[in-house]
């Protein structure tokens, strides 16, 4: 619920309750004439009406202060896995919605000619080598020249290269997961011939959840990376994570800063796209926990509550939401301890003496 609602259901709660009670009781006090007045007058002097409101002494106490915002969930890690050989897909080994582990086949490509070409480099580095082996031989024995020693030599690097070049073109036949997640979609069928750069599966990793909010540029100096937070779902219960990053330029239209929480995801129980609270912990704050009945507005337009001071006069004082909670709000703003009006406030003005009537807690 919104910050003014809770006021106006407040305001309207401390007003109800007050005509309802018939506390509308007051006091008389006397003033003594001016020494300016008639001495010969001995009638009664006027009496002054003292209102009386209902005080409880109100001491502050620890509260985690959070700072709540709505964020998406997204997973942590999510890729298109392409092809990096131009083929014909031969075999898909794997499901929409399965689960894969890292370097788990894919797909495979038809080999078509790459294995006959890698016989033929295997063939080209024997020779190569053995033409090496007789001149390094010969070159011993100063029956051979450097220059065809070196030449020879050449010629064995090129049949390696060769051959490596070969083997990689049938390792890129086979179409592995970069790392364990989900097959969220497949974009092939067997018998479709792909190109360089084509995607055949998306994975993603849900094993740790992230949540993407958006923090105003009033909050986002006290946002830091490694902060803890916690992630509510609807339905899912809670999640602990901590901030992971933070973004140091501000969206052009909304002026907000984006901002990633990181959680384990267990079980793979939250999934991506989804509506999540994010309460950042921002460490202990002394604070008071009220009605919203008590809350009150000055002349300004001031959210806060009325007290009777030392001298019973009331006072305002501003006040600052830290939490809502079901037992009240936690509001900031005040002294330690104060003698706060639970009942009369929406009667009396700043600067009024009343009698303050204590109550329980």
Not at 86 to 106: H, M, Q, W, Y
Not at 249 to 277: H, W, Y
Not at 293 to 306: C, H, N, P
Request: aromatic fraction near 4%; proline fraction near 4%.
């Amino acid at each position: 619920m919104s910050k003014s609602v809770w006021i106006a259901l407040g305001l309207l709660l401390g007003v109800s309750t007050w005509i309802g009670s018939g506390f509308l009781s007051q006091s008389e006090e006397s003033i003594v004439p001016s020494s300016g007045s008639d001495s010969g007058d001995l009638s009664p002097p006027p009496k002054v009406k003292m209102p009386t409101v209902q005080t409880r002494l109100a001491k502050a106490g620890d509260v985690d202060q959070v700072l709540d915002l709505m964020g998406v969930t997204a997973a942590n890690r999510s890729v298109e896995v392409d092809v990096q050989s131009k083929g014909i897909i031969a075999r898909l080994n794997i499901e929409t919605g399965a689960s894969v582990k890292k370097n788990d086949l894919l797909a495979t490509l038809d080999p078509e000619d790459r294995e006959v070409r890698l016989r033929e480099a295997r063939a080209v580095v024997k020779l190569r080598q053995s033409e090496f082996d007789a001149a390094l031989k010969l070159s011993k024995k100063n029956l051979q020249s450097e220059t065809e020693l070196t030449r020879a030599e050449t010629n064995l690097d090129s049949a390696r290269a060769s051959l490596k070049s070969a083997e990689l073109e049938i390792e890129r036949t086979q179409i592995r997961a970069p790392f364990g997640g989900i097959i969220e979609e497949k974009f092939v069928e067997i018998g479709d011939f792909v190109d360089v750069g084509q995607a055949v599966y998306k994975i993603i990793d849900l094993s740790k959840i992230k949540v993407q909010g958006q923090v105003s540029e009033y909050d986002i100096s006290i946002v830091k990376v490694g902060m803890p937070a916690s992630l509510t779902f609807l339905g899912e219960g809670n999640l602990e994570g901590i901030v992971t990053f933070v973004s140091k330029l501000s969206d052009s239209v909304t002026r907000t800063f984006k901002i990633e929480v990181t959680a384990p995801n267990k079980e793979l129980a939250i999934a991506s796209g989804r509506t999540a609270k994010i309460g950042l912990n921002l460490g202990v704050a002394r604070a008071h926990l009220l009605s919203p009945a008590v809350l009150t507005l000055d002349d300004q337009g001031r959210i806060g509550v009325k007290i009777v001071d030392a001298e019973d006069e009331v006072r305002f004082l501003p006040v600052e939401l830290i939490s809502d909670t079901p037992g009240g709000m936690w509001l900031s703003g005040l002294p330690e301890a104060v003698n706060l009006i639970t009942m009369g406030h929406e009667f009396v003005a700043v600067g009024q003496r009343v009698i303050s009537v204590p109550t329980n807690p």
